[in-house]
């Protein structure tokens, strides 16, 4: 596997495992071929493995998005993101989330989005700790790593973009099909029924289910829709 990206370092201090590490690894199933960052470690408790960005300019004007995981499913560790003033000193990480083992972290690769703020103080660095793990030696690992500026409204993204029901019978009605809505912006993205039109030659064969309520997302939160299709002609 290559070195790590341009710019990227580590702190690896750890007397307890020698073996521990971060590197660029292409086994364990990257999110994104074919590498991704392994940050290796055991249940020593005053360990300190550490995957350090390059310096960011307004870093608390800022947002990151990646994924991580864990390479089993037992005994997994927490992954402590923060931030440093000094990637040489490991006495400068600062704490600003903890992502939580089991619930957040598990084998399965999972996205993630943190927006920083204005408590980070002048800390230029972002860094991905490896947690106390309970037993054993666990690797974490990070993928497809995202800075772009922290959006100031909410930002509406649905998925799929498109829907295809395939062949059906002329007069039949379709079960209906989910659209996820996320609001991968800042504050409240607000829904209601008249936010949902069909547009189209055929837009009479398409239906949205009715909203029993308005749909209230804040930042990252998802919300699903129902649309089904009754074909009346050719």
Same mark, same amino acid.
């Given at each position: 596997a290559p070195h790590l990206p341009f710019g990227w370092k580590k702190i690896v201090n750890n007397s307890n495992l020698a073996t521990a590490t971060v590197e660029t /690894?292409?086994?364990a199933s990257p999110?994104? @071929?074919p590498n991704h960052v392994r940050i290796l470690s055991n249940n020593n408790a005053e360990a %300190? %493995?550490?995957?350090?960005?390059?310096?960011? *300019?307004?870093? +608390?004007?800022?947002?990151i998005r990646f994924w991580a995981k864990c390479d089993v499913a037992t005994n997994i560790p927490n992954l402590i993101?923060?931030?440093?003033? +000094?990637? =040489?000193?490991?006495?400068? =990480?600062?704490?600003?989330?903890?992502?939580?083992?089991?619930?957040e972290i598990t084998n399965v690769y999972q996205e993630f989005a943190v927006m920083f703020n204005e408590t980070i103080g002048d800390d230029q660095y972002i860094a991905f700790k490896h947690g106390v793990t309970p037993s054993l030696t666990r690797s974490l690992f990070i993928d497809d790593f995202l800075l772009e500026?922290?959006?100031? *409204?909410? %930002?509406? !993204?649905?998925?799929?973009?498109?829907? +295809?029901?395939?062949?059906?019978? !002329?007069? /039949?009605?379709? =079960?209906p099909k989910e659209i996820t809505i996320t609001n991968e $912006?800042?504050?409240?993205?607000t829904l209601t029924q008249e936010n949902f039109t069909i547009t189209g030659? +055929? @837009? $009479?064969?398409?239906a949205f289910h009715a909203l029993s309520e308005?749909?209230?997302? @804040?930042a990252f939160e998802s919300a699903t829709v129902s649309v089904s299709f009754a074909p009346a002609s050719l």
């Amino acid at each position: 596997a290559p070195h790590l990206p341009f710019g990227w370092k580590k702190i690896v201090n750890n007397s307890n495992l020698a073996t521990a590490t971060v590197e660029t /690894a292409t086994t364990a199933s990257p999110y994104s @071929a074919p590498n991704h960052v392994r940050i290796l470690s055991n249940n020593n408790a005053e360990a %300190v %493995v550490m995957l350090i960005s390059p310096p960011i *300019e307004n870093l +608390d004007q800022m947002r990151i998005r990646f994924w991580a995981k864990c390479d089993v499913a037992t005994n997994i560790p927490n992954l402590i993101l923060g931030t440093m003033s +000094d990637p =040489f000193d490991e006495t400068t =990480f600062t704490p600003f989330r903890t992502f939580l083992a089991t619930t957040e972290i598990t084998n399965v690769y999972q996205e993630f989005a943190v927006m920083f703020n204005e408590t980070i103080g002048d800390d230029q660095y972002i860094a991905f700790k490896h947690g106390v793990t309970p037993s054993l030696t666990r690797s974490l690992f990070i993928d497809d790593f995202l800075l772009e500026p922290k959006p100031e *409204e909410p %930002v509406m !993204v649905i998925h799929p973009e498109e829907i +295809d029901f395939g062949p059906f019978q !002329v007069g /039949a009605n379709s =079960f209906p099909k989910e659209i996820t809505i996320t609001n991968e $912006g800042a504050g409240i993205l607000t829904l209601t029924q008249e936010n949902f039109t069909i547009t189209g030659a +055929d @837009a $009479g064969q398409f239906a949205f289910h009715a909203l029993s309520e308005p749909i209230n997302l @804040a930042a990252f939160e998802s919300a699903t829709v129902s649309v089904s299709f009754a074909p009346a002609s050719l």
